[in-house]
């Protein structure tokens, strides 16, 4: 059973045979610590040629008789499924060495310990109720700074520790701190994915850039002012009433019904918001905004589909007289 595991784990994450740190890894080691030690860059680089392999093979395979030779007739011949390989990374050089760069920058602001002093200056000025908040908005720079969601977290969970223990002036076991810190580390949470998601320097940005081929800042920037409005909820009906002492499900359902009307506020600001014109391209013009103009469509894409089924069963009843 140990060797079944092992085989499919392997290839998932290679990890040579030998002593790392206090474990002497061996192919009998369990599956546990064989993944814990692993490469992960060498289970890329040999998950990469196999997959050239397999590709060079299963073009190659595909050949129609009357094209000529079997080489000559093949989908791909292995020069051409290289050489494709080949062209289509060029594709993503540019973003392979934002991701060097992002990650070149994410070190040398963490090395500089941005965090932490930022957490001392702010420090003795900071109270229960403010607490989580400023670590929200702390964690979404940091984040959004590096690039990095779990960098973030790593630098800051001992840090909201020591916060929440300084601001609340309570023992450990105590109730109070450890609400206070519950809310805090809530807010580490939050502030990390928040910036990390918004961050033009974040590997799941750039990537995410590269695989639907646009721009790095277009995607950046069109995803900003949903995450912006997110982080202002997340503040007003969150971090602020929680660090005041509000109880959370009680913030939850206010937030639930605030929400939609802070929403409708803001689409009665002119040139700001607003509801958003639907087209449809059978009637080569708009049908109607927001909620409305979707029924519409629904409606027109439903007629439409009637239509055609029973025109589909006239030509079936014509076909069968």
Known sequence: MRLGVQKVTMPVATCEPGCY?????????PAKDILANANNFAAFRWAAGVTLIVQIVFYAV??????????????????????????????????????????TYATAMRDLGIATFFADA????????TLPT?????????????GTSWGTMGVFFPI????????????????AFTSELETTLAAVLGGAIWGDHCSPVSDTTILSAMSSQVPLWDHAKTQFPYAFVVGIYSILFGYLPAGAGAPGALMIIIGFFLIPVFHFGLSKIPNFGGPIEVYCPEVGECIGEGPRGVMNSIKKNFKKSSKSQEAAQEAAQKAAL
């Open 122 to 129: 702010l420090g003795e000025t900071l109270t229960p109720t």
């Open 134 to 146: 400023v670590t929200f908005i702390l964690c979404s720079l940091f984040a959004l700074s590096t």
């Open 62 to 103: 595909q050949y129609d008789k009357t094209r000529g030779s079997r080489m000559k007739g093949c989908l791909l011949s292995p020069a051409e499924t290289i050489e494709a390989q080949l062209n289509g990374s060029q594709l993503y050089l540019e973003g392979i060495v934002a991701l060097l760069l992002a990650f």
């Open 21 to 29: 740190g206090d474990h002497e890894i061996t192919w009998d080691s």
């Open 160 to 175: 909201a520790f020591v916060l929440a223990q300084t601001v609340t002036k309570e023992p450990i076991n105590s109730d």
